[in-house]
T-cell receptor
Framework: DAGVTQSPTHLIKTRGQQVTLRCSPK?????VSWYQQALGQGPQFIFQ???????QRGNFPDRFSGHQFPNYSSELNVNALLLGDSALYLCASSPLPGGNEQFFGPGTRLTVL | AQRVTQPEKLLSVFKGAPVELKCNYSYSGSPELFWYVQYSRQRLQLLLR??SRESIKGFTADLNKGETSFHLKKPFAQEEDSAMYYC????????????FGTGTRLTVIP
């Protein structure tokens, strides 16, 4: 089991563009959470998906949206990119929506120019 | 609102010395507290959680509700303990929405 996988590893976009990041959860896990980690900061919770629905959401604007597929993989979409969206985006999975350890992926480094 | 504070960005200790990484939180309810660790070139991973009351790799952490703290301690630091440590809080038992502190980079000097 490769654990949580994320693609791409790195991405460079310009302001105003749109980006899609992808995540495959650890085998046996059906809940996916997304976090944004700016340089020098701890991860910040964006949202969580379970049963293909957004279950919880952090303090992020509607420009951030997501999707979960029947195979439990997930996408994070960010529209109208701003310079401040430059960060490491982490995906984490767990076997249930709550009460369990989260397993993190390696992250996708997004740079907005 | 909830908040996690890790006052030290950097902490250096000698091998064999005790280590304490500080974590304070603010939350009006009953939080669940965690310590996550990231070793060099590895992923963020759970080190311990307060409800399990375990000792992992010699580390312990006690939730002090009076002082709203969850400090991480180890009596004798090892070189392999060098890593980035994050304290995190969940506002509901069983929830996955973790609120992280800014992290402390621990360096154990041989």
């Amino acid at each position: 089991d490769a654990g949580v996988t994320q693609s791409p590893t790195h991405l460079i976009k310009t302001r105003g563009q749109q980006v899609t990041l992808r995540c495959s959860p650890k085998s046996g896990h059906d809940t996916v959470s997304w976090y944004q980690q700016a340089l020098g900061q701890g991860p910040q919770f964006i949202f969580q998906y379970y049963e293909e629905e957004e279950r919880q959401r952090g303090n992020f604007p509607d420009r951030f949206s997501g999707h979960q597929f029947p195979n439990y993989s997930s996408e994070l979409n960010v529209n109208a990119l701003l310079l401040g969206d430059s960060a490491l985006y982490l995906c984490a999975s767990s076997p249930l929506p709550g009460g369990n350890e989260q397993f993190f992926g390696p992250g996708t480094r997004l740079t907005v120019l | 609102a909830q908040r996690v504070t890790q006052p030290e960005k950097l902490l250096s200790v000698f091998k064999g010395a005790p280590v304490e990484l500080k974590c304070n939180y603010s939350y009006s309810g009953s939080p669940e507290l965690f310590w996550y660790v990231q070793y060099s070139r590895q992923r963020l991973q759970l080190l311990l959680r307060h409800i399990s009351r375990e000792s992992i790799k010699g580390f312990t952490a006690d939730l002090n509700k009076g002082e709203t703290s969850f400090h991480l301690k180890k009596p004798f630091a090892q070189e392999e303990d060098s890593a980035m440590y994050y304290c995190a809080l969940s506002t509901q038992t069983g929830a996955n929405n973790l609120f992280f502190g800014t992290g402390t980079r621990l360096t154990v000097i041989p």
